[in-house]
């Protein structure tokens, strides 16, 4: 059903890796676009929205967690994440669902809006917040989806 959606190779025997990179926003006219669909303008298209809009992805993404007992740990630079979330998922009692949250900062691209309206990627790509999300799958297994945490929000999962 996806075959058209999927595109490129991974060579692993214990894992698969999707990637949910949206192409149409990586450019700056498609991020113009995406913009545009989502609030209908770009009025309001400025490094401090696209800012307040990160912010506000990790509130709320935060928030959710609280609300629905799911932990939630800010990990530091060098921590390994894997054995991290391998501990938690020893201990969870959940058994199928989001039963951790782990944060953390990576590179990535994102973008800076210029006085004149102009869309560029900041060079170097900057430090931002990444969120992967641990989840418990009756089909799947153990699944990871590590989002983004600035738009477009780009996503992967293994």
Same mark, same amino acid.
């Not at 999927?6 to 995406?34: E, H």
């Given at each position: 059903?996806?075959?058209?959606?999927?595109?490129?190779?991974?060579?692993?025997?214990?894992?698969?890796?999707?990637?949910?990179?949206?192409?149409?926003?990586?450019?700056?006219?498609?991020?113009?676009?995406?913009?545009?669909?989502?609030?209908?303008?770009?009025?309001?298209?400025?490094?401090?929205?696209?800012?307040?809009?990160?912010?506000?992805?990790? $509130?709320? #993404?935060?928030?959710? @967690?609280? *609300?629905?007992?799911?932990? %939630?740990?800010?990990?530091?630079?060098?921590?390994? +994440?894997?054995?991290?979330?391998?501990?938690?998922?020893?201990?969870?009692?959940?058994?199928?669902?989001?039963? $951790?949250? #782990?944060?953390?900062? @990576?590179? *990535?691209?994102?973008?800076? %809006?210029?006085?004149?309206?102009?869309?560029?990627? +900041?060079?170097?790509?900057?430090?931002?917040?990444?969120?992967?999300?641990?989840?418990?799958?009756?089909?799947?297994?153990?699944?990871?989806?590590?989002?983004?945490?600035?738009?477009?929000?780009?996503?992967?999962?293994?």
């Amino acid at each position: 059903m996806y075959a058209s959606l999927v595109d490129g190779t991974y060579d692993c025997v214990d894992r698969i890796v999707l990637n949910a990179y949206f192409r149409f926003a990586q450019s700056p006219a498609g991020f113009r676009v995406w913009w545009r669909q989502l609030y209908g303008t770009d009025d309001d298209l400025d490094n401090a929205h696209l800012m307040r809009m990160a912010g506000r992805f990790r $509130l709320r #993404l935060r928030a959710w @967690a609280l *609300a629905n007992n799911i932990s %939630v740990r800010r990990c530091k630079h060098g921590e390994q +994440k894997h054995e991290i979330a391998e501990q938690y998922r020893e201990q969870t009692s959940i058994q199928e669902g989001l039963f $951790l949250i #782990l944060e953390g900062r @990576a590179q *990535a691209p994102v973008w800076d %809006v210029l006085n004149s309206g102009r869309i560029q990627h +900041k060079v170097p790509y900057p430090d931002v917040n990444h969120c992967s999300l641990h989840i418990r799958d009756r089909d799947w297994g153990y699944v990871t989806i590590k989002i983004t945490g600035h738009p477009p929000f780009a996503a992967q999962s293994s």
